[in-house]
């Protein structure tokens, strides 16, 4: 079952691509799959989520948006014993609004909606005292903002907080990671433990409140908000001749974690988003390459959600999914991959503050990408 170092290189990346639907604001998984190739290895990809969320009990029709974000890293092996990476990715993020019609979310001129970006990126040195070993460490630069609007008899109408909007400027700060790894090439094994901090922002924002006589309000301060630390588990061995079995666990830090403008605070006692249980997911899967040219993948996953009840800004209690991901390559020293999911949306109940609102249902969403890495 032995494989030689280039079919183990095209297995290791024959993985699924496509972005995670996951508990809280977690969207890219945060891999640093690409530091473990073997060589000097580049990649650039692109993922597309399409989510339907809706309620029937709420008279929703869906209130998430599509969204897609980018990432592209590069690994240079400096010398036998030193490797550099750079790693930029998106992890977390929403996008959602509700529609127009008839609900408690909308005052038939708005209706409510969330955006927060955020950008990672992530600088890397490892030390390999043997062919077997791999200790990494590294600091992280993120930025964060974000847009909130809440309208509706959701939150009490404009004479409450029907009418509130929040901007929070973006907002740049440093964490770190570090990890190790331990993998037999020759038989595609590989193990790593990697840990990311969380990184602590405290965002410029502006409040504004719109009364019903006209009169706004506004209030800038300082938003604290912090983004959590996780661990990520990624395991694969080789099964049978071209053919691997891998595996990813993934613990994100989210109980306990909440974003409370002062204004928002004062006026309601409430947060604008909280999470009260930590986030465990799981991904596992085959891959094989079936000529010199292509390569193939199948996966299962779970996330646990976040808490139940959730925020009205992401009514989804996590998610199973499934997946299939393709891979040509046209020469042994670069690939073109595709993948696509299809997750089953966990049901929830919305809250506006400490109020259930109502039941999210049957929901589901549809992610795919497209990635190109080279080897040189």
């Known amino acids: 079952m032995k494989l030689n170092k280039i079919y183990s290189a095209i297995l290791l990346s024959t993985l699924p691509l496509t972005p995670a639907f996951a508990a809280g604001l977690d969207r890219s998984g945060q891999s ?41 890293a590069i690994k240079v092996q400096a010398t036998e014993q030193i ?12 996008d959602a609004m509700y529609n127009l019609e008839q609900s408690m979310f909308t005052n038939g001129i708005e209706a409510t909606k969330v955006e927060v970006e955020t950008h990672n990126l992530t600088a890397l040195i490892g030390y390999q005292p043997t062919e077997n070993w791999n200790f990494y460490a590294g600091p992280v630069y993120q930025t964060v903002q974000s847009t909130v609007s809440l309208r509706g008899l959701a939150y009490g109408g404009a004479s409450k907080l029907g009418s509130y909007d929040i901007n929070l400027r973006e907002d740049e700060a440093y964490g770190w990671l570090a990890g190790f790894a331990y993998q037999i090439p020759e038989i595609a094994l590989k193990a790593a433990l990697t840990y990311r901090s969380e990184i602590d922002h405290k965002a410029k924002s502006v409040e504004t409140f719109s009364s019903p006589r006209g009169v706004d309000t506004l209030l800038t301060s300082n938003v604290h908000a912090v983004t959590p630390q996780s ?17 990813n666990v993934r613990w994100v830090h989210w109980d306990q974690f909440a974003v409370t403008p002062k204004y928002l605070k004062n006026a309601s006692g409430n947060n604008l988003i909280d999470y009260s249980d930590d986030q465990w997911s799981a991904n596992v899967g085959v891959g094989r390459k079936f000529n010199n040219k292509w390569s193939g993948s199948a996966s299962v996953g779970y996330d646990s959600g976040a808490g139940n009840p959730v925020t009205t800004l992401g009514p989804t209690e996590g998610y199973w999914n499934v997946g299939l991901g393709a891979q040509y390559s046209p020469a042994e020293n670069y690939f ?22 109502g039941n999210f249902e049957d929901n589901h969403a549809l992610g795919y990408g497209m990635k190109i890495g080279y080897r040189f």
């Open 32 to 72: 640093i799959s690409v530091f473990l190739q073997p060589g000097n290895y580049a990649e650039a990809g692109i993922s597309v989520l399409d989510p339907t969320v809706k309620s029937s009990q709420l008279n929703v029709t869906d209130m998430a948006e599509d969204y897609y974000f980018p990432s592209a």
């Open 83 to 94: 490797s550099l990476g750079l790693l930029y990715d998106q992890p977390f993020g929403a």
């Open 231 to 247: 661990v990520n588990l990624d395991l694969q061995t080789g099964v049978a001749a071209n053919t691997i079995a891998f595996a």
């Open 336 to 357: 073109i991959q595709a993948g696509l999911k299809y997750f089953w949306l966990g049901d929830a109940t919305a809250k506006a503050g400490k109020t259930e609102l």
